[in-house]
């Protein structure tokens, strides 16, 4: 639907941008509270969900999270101690732990999976597949010229 006679007032658009962010996470907020979790280690345990078809180490979850290998042990060891994830000690180098997901960490995977669909259902709802392609190439747009101003 288009509104008639109504100016662009670009600060407008970026703060309703921001204000779908917020209610975004809030929704997000909401079942990481629910599971006990922290952000950063639900964050964590998502990358460590796609990153599941390898084999992988506290390093490449540091550099795929752009985050402090130190900051990634200390998650991971809270996420051990509440039987989420399980370091295995990998046969090829002893240096190293392979990092897998426990039953429990796979069910909350899989249920913040579903909340995270829920909420982009309710977001989107009434928008057809073309304005959501629209949607999102005009904040791809904004954001490669935005990126300028560095």
Known sequence: ?????QSFEPLEVL???ISVANLYRQ???TFVSEHGLQKSQERLLLTIDKMKEKKI???DIAEKMRVTPAAVAVTLKNLEKMGII????????????????????KKIVAESE?????????????????????????????????KTLK
């Open 15 to 17: 703060a309703q941008c």
């Open 114 to 146: 579903e909340k995270v669909n829920s909420i982009d259902q309710k977001a989107f709802k009434g928008f057809s597949e073309s304005e959501k392609s629209n949607l999102q190439d005009y904040l791809e747009r904004i954001c490669t010229n935005l």
């Open 27 to 29: 929704g997000i907020d």
């Open 86 to 105: 399980r370091k295995i000690m990998s046969k090829e180098d002893n240096r190293y732990n392979d990092i897998v997901l426990t039953e429990k960490g």
């Open 1 to 5: 639907m288009e509104k008639e006679n």
């Open 57 to 59: 180490c506290q390093k």
